[in-house]
């Protein structure tokens, strides 16, 4: 079997620059590279109701707009599967049967599941769709038989948890599961980008993203104001990398060409850095710069989006024959796991002639 990826985003909003140098780019390069068998790129819209069950509407409008965003980026629907979660009923059915192989306290344990408990302030309401995540995962990944899951670093024990059902799958019913790897972003600045306002993660829900559909007005805004180091006052004084939000994005996204085009006084990324580090260098040049590394970046994203935005109807054409396909896979995965669970009774000939057998003999 060929090397298969699976990966996806949750439709709560429109995609941002966190998504594109965390796993957007990287699934673009890994879908041209030839290395992969087939790619399956899912817009997790179950997911996305297990915190949303009373706005549906929040999810059902931006399924086109993360379909908007991946085909801007250059995900191609000749190359890569583009597919609805909700589309596909067996994801449920195996999530109902993997539930069996996880204990409650295994998911209150799993860091990813207890963060995002805790910024939604759900304490003991949680619901059971959004505290059996993981599961549902596990069946995403297990079901098209993926064998590399590209993520961003906060996703690793969810792939972990992942690994471990299907571990255990393996060792009660016999070897029917692919044990997936987990594929992170090569630059580590890439890893978690942090929003705009220096926190952690930048998240839609904390208004620090930059989207990849933004004009450049407000991209440029965006930057402008972005948080750097609070001591830095003077030019003169001395500046701090750590925690500089402006450094990190520069990290992710900054290479050689751009000095050559947007700052020629400087040779590359740590000759900014040096200077910036003993002093003598202004935020608001090294947020320019950054601007202009960003605009290069995101224009042509911008301006795909914009021709896909005309013909709407062949980018539902494109999700609902990237659905098809993915539910004949794995319906297939599924009858793999019924057959090894021992539960295809009406596919069992010889458990049929067998009890055939003991009732005529009585």
Do not use: W
């Not at 007005?217 to 001591?231: F, G, H, L, N, R």
């Not at 040096?274 to 202004?282: S, T």
Request: proline content about 5%; hydrophobic content about 35%.
């Amino acid at each position: 079997m060929g090397k298969i990826i699976l990966t996806g985003d949750r439709p709560t909003g429109r995609l941002h620059v966190g998504h594109y140098v965390g796993s957007l780019k990287r699934r673009v390069e890994l879908q041209n590279s030839g290395e992969f068998e087939k790619i399956y790129i899912m817009i997790a819209d179950a997911q996305a109701l297990t915190d949303n069950a009373d706005n549906p509407d929040k999810v059902r409008e931006n399924i086109i707009e993360v379909a908007l965003d991946y085909l801007a980026c250059g995900l191609d629907p000749l190359k890569s599967t583009i597919f609805i979660q909700s589309m596909i009923p067996e994801l449920t059915e195996l999530t109902f049967y993997y539930m069996n192989l996880v204990t409650v306290s295994r998911l209150q344990r799993n860091p990813t599941v207890k963060n995002e408990i805790k910024m939604r302030n759900f304490e003991a309401s949680i619901p059971v769709g959004f505290f059996n995540y993981p599961i549902s995962q596990a069946a995403d990944i297990t079901a098209f038989k993926a064998t590399t899951v590209p993520v961003g670093e906060d996703q690793m024990p969810m792939i972990e948890q992942t690994k471990e059902i299907v571990h255990k799958f393996n060792s009660v019913y016999g070897e029917a599961l692919v044990d997936p790897q987990i594929l992170l972003p090569d630059n580590e600045a890439c890893l978690r980008l942090p929003g705009t306002d220096g926190k952690a993660k930048m998240s839609k829900s904390l208004g620090n993203c930059i989207y990849l559909a933004e004009e450049p007005e407000e991209i440029k805004k965006k930057v402008m104001s972005m948080y750097t180091d609070p001591d830095h006052i003077k030019i003169t004084d001395p500046g701090k990398l750590e925690g500089n939000t402006v450094f990190t994005y520069l990290d992710a996204f900054s290479r050689q060409e751009h000095f050559e085009r947007y700052l020629p006084d400087y040779a590359n990324l740590q000759e900014l850095k040096d200077h910036y580090v003993r002093g003598g260098l202004g935020d608001v040049k090294v947020k320019k710069f950054l601007n202009n590394v960003l605009q290069e970046e995101l224009e042509p994203i911008r301006n795909r989006r914009k021709e896909y935005q005309k013909d709407i109807a062949y980018v539902y054409d494109i999700l609902k024959k990237g659905s098809e396909e993915a539910e004949k896979v794995a319906a297939q995965t599924l009858s793999d796991v019924k057959a090894a669970m021992r539960i295809n009774y009406f596919d069992d000939d010889e458990l049929i002639a067998r009890h055939i057998a003991k009732y005529q003999e009585q």
